[in-house]
């Protein structure tokens, strides 16, 4: 018996007397396992440019609150991933030049965020790189269960907030 056959049936014995994990374990880790490498791959895209996806994400949220931007608090609600340190993310991106910050009119103790010009054209230029990256992440399920996945999901979200 090769020494590979003899650690692989170890294994399997090993799992055999192992305890089945309860299903709620079982998804909860798929789930984990599915958005890491989804992730990962996104993450590479948005390298080349120079963003990471917690910068994007501010960037799709700002470019989807128009002229008016958004005050950073609400920023910080609608982030996929939550930051811990909104505020040098924002400095980040402003740095760059790809926000810009400033004080509400109305109440000063606001601080608003708004999207740059440069910052609409470096998130429109990674929008079919990215669509695409779905596509190829995807392409396994059909509409309909894609659309049930997403179903779930958002009703695994919706019990937990």
Do not use: W
């Not at 949220?61 to 939550?82: F, K, N, Q, S």
């Amino acid at each position: 018996m090769k020494n590979s056959d003899r650690d692989s049936g170890t294994c399997s014995n090993a799992k055999a007397l192992a305890p089945r994990a309860p299903i709620q374990q079982e998804a909860f880790l798929a789930i984990l396992s599915a958005a890491d490498a989804l992730a990962a791959e996104l993450e590479a895209v948005l390298k080349e440019s120079d963003l990471s996806a917690t910068q994007y994400n501010v960037l799709r949220i700002l470019r989807g609150a128009g002229d008016e931007g958004l005050p950073c608090g609400r920023i910080a609600e609608r982030m996929i991933t939550r930051d811990p340190d909104m505020t040098r993310l924002l400095d980040r991106l402003e740095k760059r030049g790809l926000i810009g910050r400033s004080r509400d009119v109305d109440d000063r103790r606001i601080v608003r965020g708004r999207i740059s010009a440069a910052g609409l054209r470096a998130v429109a230029l990674l929008d079919e790189p990215v669509i695409e990256l779905h596509r190829r992440q995807l392409h396994g399920l059909n509409k309909s269960e894609m659309n049930q996945l997403v179903d779930l999901l958002r009703k695994t979200i919706e019990r937990n907030d």
